[in-house]
């Protein structure tokens, strides 16, 4: 690491370290548009599978392996975290399938509506109340939502599938106390005998490229890399960031997104499209000051019971 980075702050470390997490997720457009010849499911199996020695050489150098075996120990993480592991496999397949059949736009649209779906989720199931800000964001993105089904004709069921998969997948992670690196290890080696099953049966139909020609297997060997490149730097973000900061950069990947779509595969964009996500942005916008005072709120209140003690 360079000087000039050992003088920045921690904060300003977790802002750096998010934003190229999140420069990893939106760059993934424009990597798997590049392979669009490649089935998806190919795609996320070597995705998973390549994962997993990335995975282990940060859990080695972070020193995390007991945490690894304390999770495989304990039988109740081990379904949950194979759950979640067959969660984010369907999420990364069907994300796949969207670019390569010209539904990015679709898939940006997801994980703009995910924050607002994973409040929903703590409502209904973590016990959660709705700020008024959060039930305004939540009304506008139904609004954009209504918008969206009018300018395509169809309901935006795969937008809506890729955020409430990966709103599933986070709730349920939540169930088990285990670090997002050691977690997402633990994940995938669960995964790991299932996705090999699964590319030997592509394999059997024709259908794989892995080591067909130089270019798509050295592609499918990068999908590994970046997947769990990108968790390590986000991992290492959130544990320097305040909720409200990671929650606001959040926001990066799917912007990206959905700019690869517009601008390099160039998917039509028309004014009830446009004012749709125009309506998405404005509820992000409402629900984003709406937790950023509350975490104010909280810290103040916790201020003036530390200084009453």
């Not at 050489?57 to 999770?71: P, S, T, Y």
């Amino acid at each position: 690491m360079s000087p000039a980075f050992h003088r920045l702050s921690e904060p300003a470390k977790g802002v750096l370290f998010a934003v190229i997490a999140h420069l990893f997720w939106g760059g993934m457009a424009i990597y798997f548009g590049l392979i669009r010849h490649i089935n998806p499911m190919e795609i996320a199996v070597n995705r998973g599978v390549w994962s997993i020695p990335v995975a282990a050489v940060i859990v080695a150098w972070l020193g995390q392996f007991d945490e690894v075996w304390a999770a495989l120990k304990t039988p109740k993480t081990v379904v949950i975290l194979a759950l979640t592991s067959s969660i984010i496999v369907f999420n990364w397949t069907f994300y796949i399938w969207c670019i390569q059949h010209g539904r990015t736009l679709e898939a940006s649209l997801g994980y703009f509506i995910n924050p607002l779906l994973n409040v929903v989720a703590g409502y209904f199931f973590l016990g959660e109340r709705f700020s008024k800000g959060q039930i305004f964001a939540l009304l506008l993105a139904a609004i954009a939502v209504t918008f969206q089904t009018i300018a395509t004709g169809v309901f935006p069921y795969l937008g809506l599938a890729l955020a409430g998969s990966f709103s599933l997948y986070g709730l349920v992670r939540k169930k088990v106390s285990v670090s997002p690196v050691p977690g997402f290890f633990v994940e995938v080696l669960l995964i790991a005998v299932p996705l090999l099953l699964l590319e030997a049966w592509l394999a059997s139909k024709g259908e794989t490229h892995f080591g067909n020609n130089t270019f798509d297997t050295l592609m499918l060997l990068g999908c590994g890399a970046l997947t769990a490149g990108a968790l390590i730097f986000f991992a290492a973000s959130i544990k320097r960031l305040r909720y409200s900061t990671a929650g606001l950069l959040q926001y990066i990947s799917p912007t990206l997104v959905f700019l690869t779509a517009v601008f390099i595969f160039h998917e039509p964009m028309d004014k009830w499209k446009m004012l749709s996500f125009v309506i998405i942005w404005f509820a992000l916008a409402v629900y984003s000051i709406s937790s950023l005072r509350e975490e104010r709120a909280k810290r103040q209140a916790a201020n003036m019971a530390q200084t009453e003690i």
